[in-house]
């Protein structure tokens, strides 16, 4: 079965600070790996994804992860926060069939002056 | 740019009533989803189409049912809504064609209350 764990519910950063979020997957096919990010009261807008190929993936708004087979792990990161990074967003897992994905519980990222 | 809109943002119902919540895409995808957020929780699957008037469980399908006539429209119906059942609702659709294969896109939501 594939899954998802993003550590940190709650991500607290700096402006032009760097940000990390964390995600871990389980996946028992080679997977397809997505960042999403929902700001309030809309809908997720896909930020980045793996899915064969280079393993560091560039996405809008300079965000980047990068997947790393070895420790399970695709990381979101960003050089230098900004106020309109302050979103919840979410790693998600392809899963089976179907075009399903598995998501994570969330992480908010709150970006301070 | 594809586009999946929702029937209503914000919809208050009373416990018992029977509910619909429509979603519609305009890019021609094959696969259409129903997800719940509840937070802590993260998006549950209720219900996923891949075709016309073809449907599949998710992880969460109990007090909900779907319908899909046509391919651009896909419908969660909750039979008999209860307190519990207090939650944004979001769709999403993807393609089935290799390039964007799993990439899904979402509608802005449904907040619905439950009283």
């Known amino acids: 079965a594939q899954s998802v764990t993003q550590l940190g519910s709650h991500v607290s950063v700096s402006e032009g600070a760097l940000v990390l979020l964390r995600c871990n997957y389980s996946?028992?096919?080679?997977?397809?790996l997505f960042w999403y990010v929902q700001y309030p009261n809309q809908g997720l807008q896909l930020l980045l994804k793996?899915?064969?190929?280079?393993?560091l993936v560039k996405g809008i708004n300079g965000f980047e992860a990068e997947f790393k087979k070895s420790e399970t792990s695709f990381h979101l990161t960003k050089p230098s926060a900004h106020m309109s990074d302050a979103a919840e967003y979410f790693c998600a897992v392809r899963t089976g069939g179907g075009n399903k994905l598995t998501f994570g519980t969330g992480t908010q990222l709150k970006v301070e002056l | 740019d594809v586009k999946v809109t929702q029937s209503s943002r914000y919809l208050v119902k009373r416990t018992g009533e029977k509910v619909f919540l429509e979603c519609v895409q305009d890019m021609d995808h094959e696969n259409m989803f129903w997800y719940r957020q509840d937070p802590g929780l993260g998006l549950r699957l209720i219900y996923f189409?891949?075709?016309?008037?073809?449907?599949e469980k998710g992880d969460i399908p109990e007090g909900y049912s779907v319908s899909r006539e046509k391919k651009e429209r896909f419908s969660l119906i909750l039979e008999s809504a209860s307190t519990n059942q207090t939650s944004m609702y979001l769709c999403?659709?993807?393609?089935?064609?290799?390039?964007?294969?799993?990439?899904?896109?979402f509608g802005p939501g449904t907040r619905l209350t439950v009283t």
């Open positions: 996946s028992s096919v080679p997977p397809y």
């Open positions: 793996y899915t064969t190929g280079a393993t």
């Open positions: 189409s891949y075709d016309v008037k073809m449907k």
């Open positions: 999403a659709s993807s393609s089935t064609g290799t390039r964007s294969a799993y990439e899904q896109y």
